[in-house]
């Protein structure tokens, strides 16, 4: 029985409410999958003893650099001498005063902290100061005073990002450590040789976002995890370890491989093990490849196979995972050992049927994101990844596509554990030495993901598509090359907007169409051997709550925005859906993001693209996805019945439904009984009159579902709904809140937009605030936030502390009604963090 089913007749508050219970009933999925999230989760766990992997995040110095004077860049790049002796570079270095700077923890997106602009040229990037002509908040220096023991001497001690945003510079102890120049890739250095044991040390990162790699918003900063992670000299190679399943009837053969590496002056002779545990940590296989000779220096190679009996098969509903622990084994002793998470499953594409999972034809129902959310930025909490994957999935989404990037580690994982599908994406497509080593390291790290059915290795590359057609196949062969030496399990494919009949698309394993109806039909006559999918569709565009598109305001209605190259959820779904050759399609986009700002620009910041909006607060378009992707009935109801002032005129009506008729009353009057025909929508036109809409759904000439739009007074007091009433005492996990406006009979008012401020006590801190809104230029750090229709949102995050921590909201201001204040307690409680370096404390 559905959720409208068990409560009734929803009032227009409840219905329109749906942000909080969406956001409660995505994340029990997410729990009732994995138990304790984020603690729980693949990217937290532990190192394996004798590795260990410290995380770095905590207790980092930021101020902001210079891209112009020196002067106010730390005197870096005064003269022409900073790289003339190692060692030399004094804000390394002890005694250096930062007492000015400010304390932060990582992940950190100091873009969003920044103010917007009206700059056109900053539109794509949304209205930010970053760039060369924005010195001043275009530079930032991250400092960090940390101890490295005695006994560690002897061990490899490397550093390792995630990623950080973008051109970065590596000082430690005053030596220059390296380099890295792309946003997403990982990178790390080898800091052995620089560290003083038994001491203090100091670690610098000068991170410059002058330049970008994208067309959208990409924040700017360490944003991403970092790690410390401390080896024997003999140790696994970096993400070489790889699990090959292929499924055979009812068991499943294990082709194991990785490399070893000798980071010492002496030879080695080692081996290696395998141990296959399920989900229960039960050990259901073993594999050993023996002992061989390493050179000084060098690595080597080791093969071994285990087979699975009765596997439990990664899918969409039932995502279960194993786990490989990889050993290194030398003269009875343990030098090494990681656990590399993978699943079970078989991945098929087809010409002429689609896609198979398992065996079983499978439309992909996915959609395109990138990386960004309310509040935060790119900085994103561990846990409001996992939060983005549950709402997705409540909408019937099956897959999503990591648009244009390498994915961030906690977004893969929890996609793998929750049953997303994923097409991988790099960002740079060329095959030189930078790009190639980008796609090489998405494959390495991700290639036992069994989300990844797809590597994708460029996205809308129209000069390789046309005019470079020749260039473009030639770059597109090397990297597909490269895709199958890694990993020969998964096809290749690219995100084309063309015809795909040159250049690049010569080279791909499977053919995906950006837009374009008119393309597919006449691709698959003419080729009738290759599997074709939509790489990139839809392009509807919408606002949360608005229902007459009005350009002064830079709003578009919810029935039927789409660009001039796109199509509606209905229009693209109906041809993918229809024709058995078309594997399925990601819709661009299931979130809104920053930047990009489409339809509209200035005074808009954001995309209008998204399913739901930069909260994760649905959009309408979500229930048409929710009633033809999910496999529950589904009504929805729209739009609200607030038109003070429009008594009398025509309001449009529709309902998005997967049952076999519905019913349209106005104040108990019927407005008729309609079919609503296979993968579309029903309406009508209603005269508004003050009061209730009521929308009855039935089955097989039953009622079964009913939903109502009530006519609400003011604003009068505020809600406070918490998506986990209990976080993690860590540090780092969160809680998202959404904050609603309700009349006097507890309803929610639809058109609020009153401004609420916000207070905290306890061991937590507000560090986001967002309300969906695409033209809303408030902060996105401080403690307020004004409504936009109906709702905003506030992500709390523990301290490291446990305890009760307390939020109030209250009317910010005194300017409109009065609001009744609303309280609500999120309890913090006690857990073993992730193992990370100590924070040295002044003194």
């Not at 009732?32 to 394996?48: K, N």
């Not at 000798?262 to 039960?282: E, F, H, L, Y």
């Not at 300017?815 to 609303?822: F, I, Q, S, T």
Request: glycine share 10%; with cysteine.
């Amino acid at each position: 029985m559905s959720e409208i089913t068990r409560r009734g007749l929803l009032s227009s508050g409840a219905a329109l409410a749906a942000s909080s219970l969406l956001s409660r009933s995505a994340w029990a999925r997410a729990s009732a999958l994995m138990g304790d999230v984020p603690a729980g989760s693949a990217a937290a766990l532990p190192a394996i003893a004798p590795r260990e992997r410290l995380l770095f995040d905590f207790g980092w110095k930021f101020t902001f650099g210079n891209g112009d004077d020196p002067a106010k860049d730390l005197g870096f790049g005064y003269g022409q001498s900073d790289f003339a002796k190692t060692g030399d570079f004094k804000f390394a270095k002890a005694g250096y005063d930062v007492s000015r700077w400010r304390s932060l923890d990582l992940p950190h997106d100091w873009a969003v902290e920044l103010p917007f602009v009206d700059d056109p040229e900053q539109a794509s990037h949304g209205f930010k100061p970053l760039g060369r002509r924005y010195p001043e908040t275009s530079v930032g220096w991250y400092r960090r005073e940390f101890e490295i023991p005695a006994g560690d001497r002897g061990r490899r001690i490397w550093v390792e990002f995630d990623g950080a945003f973008r051109d970065v510079l590596l000082f430690v102890n005053g030596c220059f450590i390296g380099r890295n120049d792309n946003g997403y890739a990982p990178f790390r250095f080898d800091l052995t040789d620089f560290l003083a044991y038994g001491a203090k040390n100091y670690i610098v990162a000068r991170v410059d976002a002058s330049f970008g790699d994208g067309w959208f918003y990409e924040g700017a900063g360490i944003y991403r995890h970092v790690w410390l992670t401390k080896y024997d000299p003999v140790h696994l190679g970096q993400w070489e370890s790889y699990v090959r399943a292929e499924v055979d009837g009812d068991s499943a053969t294990l082709s194991l491989g990785t490399i070893v590496e000798n980071q010492s002056g002496q030879p080695a002779q080692a081996g290696v093990t395998w141990k296959i545990q399920d989900a229960q940590g039960n050990t259901v296989a073993t594999a050993g490849a023996p002992a061989r000779d390493i050179a000084a220096d060098g690595s080597a190679a080791y093969l071994a196979s285990a087979r699975l009996s009765r596997p439990a098969l990664w899918s969409v509903d039932e995502p279960h995972l194993y786990n490989a622990v990889v050993s290194v084994q030398s003269g009875g002793k343990t030098l090494d050992a990681e656990r590399v998470a993978f699943g079970v499953r078989t991945a098929r594409f087809t010409p002429d049927q689609g896609f198979f999972l398992n065996g079983r034809q499978l439309k992909i129902q996915g959609t395109c994101n990138h990386q960004d959310h309310a509040g935060v930025g790119a900085a994103v909490p561990d846990a409001v990844q996992w939060y983005r994957a549950a709402v997705l999935k409540q909408m019937g989404c099956n897959a999503v596509r990591t648009s244009h990037n390498m994915p961030t580690p906690e977004w893969v994982d929890a996609c793998e554990r929750m049953g997303l599908m994923m097409m991988c994406e790099t960002r740079q497509m060329s095959s030189n030495p930078e790009g190639m080593e980008q796609l090489s390291l998405m494959v390495r790290r991700y290639r036992n993901s069994p989300s990844i059915i797809i590597w994708s290795i460029g996205n809308e590359e129209w000069l390789l598509q046309d005019a470079m057609a020749e260039q473009g196949r030639r770059i597109a062969e090397d990297m597909v090359r490269r895709c199958h030496e890694l990993d020969p399990t998964r096809v290749v494919s690219a995100a084309v907007n063309g015809s795909n009949e040159k250049g690049l698309s010569d080279a791909l394993d499977i053919i995906g169409f950006n837009y374009g109806l008119n393309r597919p039909d006449k691709y698959h006559r003419e080729h009738p051997r290759r599997p074709i999918y939509g790489s990139e569709t839809s392009s509807a565009v919408s606002t949360r709550g608005v229902y007459f598109t009005d350009p002064l305001r830079n709003t578009v209605n919810s029935y039927n925005g789409v660009v001039p190259w796109g199509e509606t959820p209905q229009q693209w779904w109906t041809f993918y859906d229809t024709r058995a050759w078309l594997a399925g399609g990601f819709a661009w986009t299931g979130f809104d993001y920053r930047g990009e700002p489409t339809p509209y620009g200035w005074p808009s910041i954001n995309s209008q693209f998204g399913i739901v909006d930069m909260c994760g607060f649905p959009k309408d378009y979500f229930y048409y996805y929710r009633a033809w992707w999910g496999k529950q009935p589904s009504l929805h109801l729209f739009p609200h019945w607030n038109w003070e002032g429009r008594e009398g005129d025509e309001i449009p009506v529709w309902v998005y439904s997967n049952l076999d008729e519905v019913e349209l009353f106005v104040n108990g009057r019927s407005l008729g009984r309609q079919k609503v025909p296979h993968l579309g929508h029903v309406e009508w036109k209603a005269r508004y009159e003050p009061g209730f809409l009521e929308a009855r759904g039935y089955q097989a000439g039953r009622l079964a579902l009913s939903q109502k739009r009530e006519t609400t007074g003011d604003s009068a007091q505020i809600r406070l709904t918490a998506d986990r009433a209990a976080i993690n005492a860590d540090g780092q996990d969160v809680s998202l809140l959404t904050v609603e406006a309700l009349d006097k009979q507890g309803r929610l008012v639809p058109v609020a937009d009153n401004k609420i401020a916000f207070r905290i006590t306890g061991p937590g801190r507000i560090i986001g605030v967002g309300n969906g809104n695409p033209n809303c230029q408030e902060s996105d750090k401080a403690p307020r936030r004004s409504l936009f229709n109906g709702l905003a949102q506030v992500i709390v995050q523990s301290s490291g502390f446990p305890g009760v921590i307390q939020v109030e909201a209250s009317k910010d201001g005194w300017e409109g009604p009065e609001l009744m204040p609303a309280r609500i307690a999120i309890t913090a409680k006690r857990v073993r963090p992730r193992p990370s370096v100590p924070v040295v404390r002044p003194g």
